[in-house]
């Protein structure tokens, strides 16, 4: 039985009713995650439980399950071997934390990521973007000051302030300095940590490294609005003052709405830094990505 630190980054379950890697896949992955926190929140704040969305059949929800295998269908020793002495997973926050600052510098590894729990953060990250919740706590970035802005007010329908794409520049001129080649070598040596981490969240049969490939595939597949996006309030029968409406907003569209946590999260960053985004996607899957019978969507 896993413990309570542990279990406090199990997935979280997918509703019936709704449809990099070490340091590369966070940036890549968490480009989603840290923009999501950008876009609705404030620091110190978490989201209400999230408004029930619309099932639009035609737009999958999620990367399907990876199967239980004899053997992991990305290798991951075909990028680089893993270390011969690793910390216990539970012990390795410091370690981990040297070899972030070595690699990306330590202002920026405080300016931009959250290195408590860093590997179980990472994986339940990855793997909650391809579900219908992505819950904030498990992020491995750090929080930012801005909040969300819409054009107009009230309950009726309106449409994202073309101003909150700004918001997602620094980190994505970060994510896109990150070099990428070291990066995933890292990720190879430290691999065993991921999958343990993988492991106790309920997989013990299967390889995060194959999750990881699966997600970045999904992502990919987002689609690419142009043009205003209109967006609601959600609303909330209590008669207590709602001081945080920005975290309620959804998509007035449905098949926007019912979009997987990360896909949903693409879209809010408006085109330009979705294809900046996808963009970095795109390279670290050919990196992560080691089976030669993978199918490369968007390539």
């Known amino acids: ?103 990306l510098g330590r202002d920026k590894l405080t300016a931009f990521l959250l290195t408590d729990g860093f590997v ?56 896109e300095a990150v070099p990428l080649e070291p990066a995933v070598a890292l990720y190879a040596r430290l691999y065993p940590l991921f999958q343990q981490a993988y492991e106790e969240l309920g997989y013990p049969k299967r390889y995060f490294n194959d999750r990881l490939v699966a997600v970045l595939d999904h992502l990919l597949l987002a689609p690419e609005p142009q043009g205003p996006l209109r967006v609601k309030l959600t609303p909330v029968n209590t008669d207590v003052p709602n001081l945080r409406p920005w975290v309620r907003y959804e998509f007035v569209d449905p098949a926007l709405e019912s979009l997987s946590s990360g896909q949903k999260i693409l879209v809010r960053m408006g085109p330009a830094n979705e294809a900046r985004a996808k963009a970095l996607i795109r390279d670290l899957r050919k990196r992560v990505a080691t089976s030669q019978i993978s199918r490369k969507p968007g390539q």
């Open 120 to 175: 179980r953060r990472v994986v339940a990250t990855v793997d909650n973007l391809g579900r219908a919740q992505a819950p904030s706590r498990m992020w491995p970035v750090q929080p930012m000051p801005q909040r969300f802005v819409v054009n107009g007010e009230g309950d009726a329908p309106t449409t994202m302030a073309a101003s909150n794409s700004a918001r997602y520049s620094a980190f994505l001129t970060f994510a």
């Open 1 to 103: 039985m896993p413990d309570q630190e542990t279990a406090e980054f199990r997935p979280v379950p997918e509703r019936t009713s709704s449809t990099p890697w070490v340091f590369a896949a966070v940036l890549a992955c968490a480009v989603a995650a840290g923009a999501a926190w950008w876009f609705w929140l404030r620091p110190g704040q978490q989201p209400p439980a999230p408004p029930p969305v619309v099932v639009a059949p035609q737009v999958p929800l999620a990367p399907p399950p990876m199967p239980e295998a004899s053997g992991p269908q990305n290798p991951v020793d075909a990028l680089a071997p893993a270390d011969a002495a690793l910390p216990a997973l539970a012990a390795s926050d410091k370690r981990v934390t040297e070899l972030l600052a070595e690699l």
